[in-house]
T-cell receptor, first 114, second 111 residues
Framework: GAGVSQSPSNKVTEKGKDVELRCDPISGHTALYWYRQRLGQGLEFLIYFQGNSAPDKSGLPSDRFSAERTGESVSTLTIQRTQQEDSAVYLC????????????FGPGTRLTVL | KQEVTQIPAALSVPEGENLVLNCSFTDSAIYNLQWFRQDPGKGLTSLLLIQSSQREQTSGRLNASLDKSSGRSTLYIAASQPGDSATYLCALRGGSEKLVFGKGTKLTVNP
């Protein structure tokens, strides 16, 4: 595809349920990033992948959050036992490689936890 | 810890005006700085990327400058149009791979 795609575009779930968010990066991009944007807040970094490895997980808010990447392509962000404070837009970005390369963002997944 | 501040938080101008958006940061040890625009309900669109060794980048009516010593970047928009209305975000990459974002400037260009 031409750009980064994310699915679903919107997700409404009940507190305590698990959710999976998907990101398809631009073909050939080895680096992939997850961010979230809570209402009225700036974007906060969650995790990044170089290939299929995640060298920096420091941004994950709690152990309920996990992410994986396979085939140096698609990535999934999983949130277990969702809480209302997890409500946010989750944005994925990719870049050709780590170091000085421009990050291109997907349209995001808007997650609402009731 | 790197902190990024964007002032003003909101700006409203008449069509045709030239304008400057400001971004300041606390740690000058950066690798690059990127300006984005975000439209309501949409993702981020990359506008300009300035490497740490560069002082400015230009794309069409947009010009971004970087002054590491003073911890500042500006985004200059010439001859603004209603279609420029959006939130503009400044983000920079420091010693780690993540981007640190400001909270943005919401720009409204009135016809």
């Amino acid at each position: 595809g031409a750009g980064v795609s994310q699915s679903p575009s919107n997700k409404v779930t009940e507190k305590g349920k698990d959710v999976e968010l998907r990101c398809d990066p631009i073909s050939g991009h080895t680096a992939l990033y997850w961010y979230r944007q809570r209402l009225g807040q700036g974007l906060e970094f969650l995790i990044y992948f170089q290939g299929n490895s995640a060298p920096d997980k420091s941004g994950l808010p709690s152990d309920r959050f996990s992410a994986e990447r396979t085939g140096e392509s698609v990535s999934t962000l999983t949130i277990q036992r969702t809480q209302q404070e997890d409500s946010a837009v989750y944005l994925c970005a990719s870049s050709l490689a780590i170091s000085n390369n421009e990050q291109f963002f997907g349209p995001g997944t808007r997650l609402t936890v009731l | 810890k790197q902190e990024v501040t964007q002032i003003p938080a909101a700006l409203s101008v008449p069509e045709g005006e030239n304008l400057v958006l400001n971004c300041s940061f606390t740690d000058s040890a950066i690798y690059n700085l990127q300006w984005f625009r975000q439209d309501p309900g949409k993702g981020l669109t990359s506008l300009l990327l300035i490497q740490s060794s560069q002082r400015e980048q230009t794309s069409g009516r947009l010009n971004a400058s970087l002054d590491k010593s003073s911890g500042r970047s500006t985004l200059y928009i010439a001859a603004s149009q209603p279609g420029d209305s959006a939130t503009y975000l400044c983000a920079l990459r420091g010693g780690s791979e993540k981007l640190v974002f400001g909270k943005g400037t919401k720009l409204t260009v009135n016809p």
